[in-house]
């Protein structure tokens, strides 16, 4: 491991935009720092998303145990993980009571290494199991496996998952109960025998940009948690911009007790509506992922034969944050970035800028001209801009149907039991 000091704007740009570019002021570890944690890179909050402390950590040990390495670091640090395969992580309030920040080094930016981190269940319930933490940002990890699910989170605030992938679990993909101030940004939730994404008991959540396939038991879920004494529902919802298909008995499902603040549109759901109707910009398509069942879900974009619907389909007014961060990304075979309107659906790391094309070759051959034709100009068609909204998260959320004031979450009773 080693240690850097991360610049407050460039952690915001790392987290936020989704660049590990600010590897630059980094350096090995010392005789001296035995742990192998040297000196990091420092971030502005912005979108919502919580502010760490300036303490981070670079793990350069694939399978170290991350639990112990969160646990003996200071509250509020930034743990970036090299590429590897790593055992569960779990955490309640009483290990970590201040922000926490863990960033896989997808790209290679800060090691050098680039590659996937993956987190193994291990025949735990979760392979990220995290109880009554707040201000927790999960970026680019991983896993595989889970009992009751690839990332159970319980009690918390402020929770940003993003730019991740989960798989394989026994139960769903992600499980968020009794909880407040989601954002699922980015991810790949696929192969799940549970649900992809379960919401119980939270209070306002923001879908945006997933990829949600062939989950056994059902795409995305906004549902009531019962506890002696009553229950909590999972109202305001944002479901904006994802590709859902595949999954058993249902594509996204609402219950009655969720439905209050509710906004959908501008999705790619192939499958079927519970409890709420599609967005006037929802799309009923297939996506044309290259190879889902081997795992690929990048999209179709065979020159001549047309592509996949997902395509340039994001709504026009997504928020300035989401915008520049899939930029940095793609969803393409050639994978150039992604130019807005955005794309639907999850988006790979490592986008490659569009190349410059070649100029045209032409010969140098003498030609005899014959007759000089004359033309009437037409009119030149005056170029047209899109606007995008930037708009603070937590804010006001604007469809081309439909703006949704998200209200400040309120504190609610914990439950004694579930559901």
Do not use: W
């Amino acid at each position: 491991m080693r240690r850097c000091e991360l610049t407050k704007t460039g952690l915001a740009l790392l987290l936020l935009s989704g660049l590990l570019g600010m590897q630059a002021g980094c350096s090995r570890s010392s005789d001296s720092d035995p742990g192998g944690v040297g000196p990091v890179p420092t971030p502005t909050s912005g979108s919502g998303v919580p502010t760490p402390t300036p303490t981070a950590v670079i793990v350069d040990a694939p399978g170290a145990n991350l639990t112990d390495i969160i646990k003996n670091f200071p509250n509020g640090a930034t743990i970036v993980v090299s590429p590897g395969t790593y055992g569960p992580i779990e955490l309640t309030g009483a290990d970590v009571s201040g922000p926490l920040t863990l960033v896989a080094d997808e790209t290679g930016s800060f090691t050098g290494r680039p590659g996937t981190i993956t987190i193994l269940a291990q025949d735990k319930d979760a392979a990220i199991d995290l109880d009554g933490l707040n201000n927790v940002v999960l970026d680019g990890i991983s896993t595989n496996g889970g009992r009751i699910a690839g990332v159970l989170i319980a009690n918390g605030s402020q929770i940003v998952l993003l730019n991740s992938k989960i798989r394989g679990a026994t139960g769903d993909g992600v499980r968020i109960d009794r909880s407040s101030a989601v954002l699922m940004f980015n991810n790949l939730i696929h192969a799940n025998q549970g649900v992809g994404l379960r919401a119980r008991g939270v209070n306002t959540m923001e879908v945006v940009n997933n990829t949600i396939y062939g989950n056994v038991s059902g795409g995305l879920a906004f549902l009531r948690i019962a506890f002696p004494g009553g229950s909590e529902g999972s109202p305001f919802g944002l479901v904006l911009n994802n590709i859902i298909d595949s999954n058993g008995v249902f594509g996204i499902r609402v219950d009655s007790d969720s439905n209050s603040g509710f906004a959908g549109n501008y999705n790619l759901n192939n499958d079927i509506y519970v409890g709420v109707t599609p967005g006037n910009r929802d799309l009923s398509a297939d996506p044309q992922f290259i190879f889902p069942s081997g795992g690929d879900f990048r999209l179709q974009s065979t020159v001549g034969v047309g592509g996949s619907p997902a395509f340039d389909r994001g709504d026009p007014n997504t928020e300035t944050f989401f915008v520049e961060s899939l930029r940095e990304r793609t969803t393409r075979t050639d994978s150039f970035r992604d130019i807005p309107p955005v794309d639907l659906g999850y988006h790979y790391p490592g986008g490659i800028d569009t190349p410059t094309p070649f100029p045209s070759v032409t010969s140098t051959a003498p030609r005899v001209p014959t007759s000089t034709p004359t033309r009437t100009p037409t009119a030149t068609p005056t170029p047209t801009s899109t606007a995008f909204a930037a708009q603070a998260a937590g804010q006001s959320h604007t469809t081309s149907n439909a703006s949704i004031d998200i209200p400040t979450p309120t504190a609610t009773a914990t439950p004694e039991s579930a559901d």
